[in-house]
Nanobody
């Protein structure tokens, strides 16, 4: 069974930084995409940043220049470095991954982490 476990959330003042981590564990063949999403109270979940196994990355417009997604394939871990945080960045941040669980199948399964709270005070 595959699990995604996030860490690194917390309370920070506006202008500060946080680094989130998400580690995939369990039995699987390979990881395709590893993404970060966030959901603020009363809002829909939105994509923050994405990275695929080849290393390419993409960001939501409001995060460009402030957030950096990176990945350590040897550790099956994705990171989100968040700088210049704003109160509007306050949300639960979720890790998402598409994973190939077997070498005998090309089906990609979707997994979500449990979320980690990020609160930015003004």
């Amino acid at each position: 069974q595959v699990q995604l476990v996030e860490s690194g959330g917390g309370l920070v003042q506006a202008g500060g930084s946080l680094r989130l981590s998400c580690a995939a564990s369990g039995s699987f063949f390979s990881i395709n995409a590893m993404d970060w999403y966030r959901q603020a109270p009363g809002q829909q979940r939105e994509l923050v940043a994405t990275t695929i196994s080849g290393g390419s990355t993409n960001y939501a417009d409001s995060m460009k220049g402030r957030f950096t997604i990176s990945r350590d394939n040897a550790k099956n871990t994705v990171y989100l470095q968040m700088n210049k945080l704003k109160p509007e960045d306050t949300a639960v941040y979720y890790c998402y991954a598409t994973i190939r669980t077997s070498s005998r199948s090309t089906i990609l399964y979707q997994y979500w982490g449990q979320g980690t709270q990020v609160t930015v005070s003004s």
